[in-house]
């Protein structure tokens, strides 16, 4: 009797601990890596990182911040390899993000065009936001550094029409009147340049790049006073209090530089 | 000092007595940062970088099947030195593969030939870690990724 009592005991015992053990939540183990007060890419960050997906391998917001560490330090093999993994578990989610990571790490366009093409399939809609910009705006980008310019403005256009129809003019996006301003510019319709130019400086007023680009605009259609101011202004911004579109990362298309538009100036007097 | 031992942060670069030059030293080798936690809005090095290697690039005729990405990575020190230069070549697949030997050493020179800036964090100079990405397309330069 004794002893039945003890197993009977133990057993209860070990029960209770069974059912007491923390159970981990795997649809949280990404921001609560950020609650550890991350350094990505250190080796302690990567040492927390693989005992998580031990736990949690399905979860894809590990595999994504795994991805990034590594891309963005050059690991480009291991860091793409990561984010297929992600892609796998949450497609609607890392499609638009692996489109975004090769327009701007890879260059490769046509993959990126490929993805995106993928996730408006996934997700029903082509009003799905990558990296805080309607997906046709990224696609629009790399159809124009292909080289397809027509296509590229189509799909400004339907991005910039898509997001005022459905949600109103104060969800176009930051960048957006100034990405197709800047496409019109290259395709030589300066006067379709200045007036999203316009509209950009109305949202962004501080912002270098669409003063320097409707510099030249201007500067195109032999009004040389505007476009001295604005490229004046330009300068101004860029050494002063202004902000340019950039990433610490890599480089943008068509990024401002201040030599850039010392050259515009120069060019003017 | 075992640089070595530090190896460990993704990305690091530690000492090989094959290639790296001894006498390259970091000034502070528990502390090498990223370009992308030192660059600024003003920073003009990708005008310099596409300058350099699109003039210094001579592209040779037996390289005319070559294609492919190439990495350049390399660590500059708070004096504005660089050393460890390393290269991963991949196709643009991301397999790996080899370029020809001509080529590599081509492109190592020229990355080697760069001045490559100083860079400050927390009121110093500091040590960090850049690469930059070549597309090389029939064994021409097609694009600088940086």
């Known amino acids: 009797m004794k002893l039945f009592s003890t197993i009977l005991l133990s057993t209860t015992f070990f029960v209770a601990i069974a059912q007491t053990k923390p159970t981990v939540d795997c649809r949280d183990i990404s921001a609560m890596l950020d609650g550890l007060g991350r350094v990505e890419g250190t080796a302690r960050w990567i040492r927390v990182t693989d005992s998580l997906l031990n736990v949690c391998p399905n979860s894809a917001g590990l595999w994504g911040d795994k991805a990034v560490v590594h891309i963005v330090r050059g690991q480009y093999k291991e860091g793409f390899k990561y984010l297929e993994k992600a892609v796998e578990l949450n497609p609607i989610y890392y499609l638009g993000y692996r489109a975004w990571y090769r327009t701007r790490y890879l260059h490769d366009y046509a993959g990126a065009i490929k993805d995106l093409d993928q996730l408006e399939k996934v997700a029903g809609s082509s009003l799905v936001y990558v990296v805080n910009a309607h997906m046709y705006l990224l696609k629009g980008t790399a159809y124009k550094e292909m080289g397809d310019h027509k296509k590229a403005l189509e799909l400004y256009n339907t991005a910039i029409e898509e997001q005022i129809s459905s949600k109103g003019p104060e969800w176009v996006g930051l960048y957006d009147y100034l990405l197709r301003g800047t496409l019109k510019y290259q395709m030589g319709d300066y006067d379709g340049a200045i007036a999203d130019f316009d509209l950009e400086v109305k949202q962004y007023e501080t912002l270098v790049d669409t003063y320097y680009y409707r510099g030249l605009s201007y500067a195109a259609t032999s009004r040389k006073d505007e476009a001295r101011a604005d490229l004046e202004r330009a300068k101004e911004l860029m050494l002063g209090q202004g902000q340019k579109r950039w990433e610490g990362y890599v480089t943008l298309p068509d990024e401002v530089f201040l030599t850039n538009i010392e050259k515009a100036l120069l060019r003017l007097y | ?146």
Not at chain 2, 63 to 84: L, M, S
Not at chain 2, 98 to 116: D, Y
């Open chain 2, 1 to 146: 000092m075992n640089v070595a031992a530090f190896a460990q942060n993704v990305g690091d670069i530690s000492f090989d007595p094959k290639t790296d030059d001894p006498n390259f030293k970091l000034c502070n080798p528990e502390w090498v940062l990223q370009t992308y936690m030192l660059k600024s809005i003003a920073d003009e090095t990708p005008l310099l970088v596409d300058r350099e290697i699109r003039t210094k690039f001579t592209p040779r005729d037996e390289w005319k099947t070559e294609n492919g990405i190439v990495t350049v990575r390399f660590v500059v020190n708070c004096n504005g030195q660089a050393d460890r230069f390393r290269l991963t070549e991949m196709t643009f697949e991301l397999e790996e593969k080899k370029f020809q030997e001509s080529l590599r050493t081509h492109i190592l020179e020229i990355a080697k030939s760069i001045q490559w800036p100083a860079r400050r964090a927390r009121q110093q100079t500091a040590d960090y870690y850049h690469y930059f990405n070549l597309r090389i397309v029939d064994g021409q330069v097609k694009d600088i990724i940086q």
